[in-house]
């Protein structure tokens, strides 16, 4: 059983930084795909970017390349997203998921994840 804690959301301006966390406890999480997701109100869960076990492999959703930053340490099971440029459109509760099985595999879609934080609220105002 792996279990996530995210933090560090909040409120900021539309050309502002935020950098969220993601603590994971539990076996195999240095094996395991990690990613965030995001939920608008009224939308669903939609996939942001996922990173390899290694670190050295990562997949954006288009609409954030450029300007968000996924990174993880293994040593202190830590999962980190850092996001700048932050748009109103950004607005979502942001989830941090764990990949259902161990694998190096950069999953896009929810059902390939199994594990899943209570999420954070990030707000970007206009």
């Known amino acids: 059983q792996v279990q996530l804690t995210e933090s560090g959301g909040g409120l900021v301006q539309a050309g502002g930084s935020l950098r969220l966390s993601c603590a994971a406890a539990?076996?195999?999480?240095?094996?395991?795909?990690m990613a965030w997701f995001r939920q608008a109100p009224g939308k669903e869960r939609e996939f942001v970017v996922a990173?390899?076990?290694?670190?050295?492999?990562?997949y954006y959703a288009d609409s954030v390349k450029g300007r968000f930053t996924i990174s993880r340490d293994n040593a202190k099971n830590t999962l980190t997203l850092q996001m700048n440029s932050l748009k109103p459109e950004d607005t979502a509760v942001y989830y941090c998921?764990?990949?259902?099985?161990?694998?190096?595999?950069?999953?896009?879609?929810?059902?390939?994840?199994?594990?899943w934080g209570q999420g954070t609220q990030v707000t970007v105002s206009s």
């Open positions: 539990g076996p195999s999480f240095s094996t395991r795909t």
């Open positions: 998921a764990a990949a259902q099985r161990t694998t190096n595999i950069l999953y896009s879609t929810t059902a390939r994840y199994g594990y």
């Open positions: 990173v390899s076990w290694s670190g050295g492999s990562t």
